[in-house]
């Protein structure tokens, strides 16, 4: 396997990942009610902002989320499907630093939700 490089492994992820969601049994139903067609484009900037610096991703994601009902149930298994997902696809440097990186917003928005004790 191949380390994350580029814009088109950023699509992979994604794309790959969020096919694991719609199938999840306890994400799915957060999801439903998203345009998949307008959300992933989005997703591909945020995370090619977060891990290849390109600037394409502007916007205030957690801003976005702060609506949701959800809990620390939800925030595990996102990062356990986006973890699995990284690892089936990916291996090298910048692999373990997305996977890092996605702990780290996962902690960071959970602090802000109140869910860390």
């Known amino acids: 396997m191949r380390d994350i490089t580029d ?8 794309n790959s990942f969020y ?7 306890l994400l799915a139903a957060k999801f ?13 900037n945020f995370w090619s902002s977060v891990l ?3 600037q394409s991703y502007q916007n ?4 976005k989320h702060m609506a949701l009902s959800i809990d ?6 996102w990062l356990k499907l986006f973890s699995q997902t990284v690892d089936e696809n990916f291996a090298g440097m910048k692999a ?18 109140g869910l860390l004790k």
Do not use: C, Y
């Open 7 to 14: 814009r088109d492994d950023i699509v992979l992820l994604v």
């Open 19 to 25: 096919s694991k969601v719609k199938g999840d049994e």
């Open 32 to 44: 439903q009610h998203l345009d998949w067609g307008k959300h992933l484009p989005i997703m591909f």
């Open 52 to 54: 290849l610096g390109d």
């Open 60 to 63: 205030n994601p957690f801003q």
């Open 72 to 77: 620390a149930s939800h925030f595990d298994q």
């Open 96 to 113: 373990e630093e997305t996977k890092s990186q996605a702990q780290s917003i996962v902690g960071v928005w959970q602090f802000k939700l």
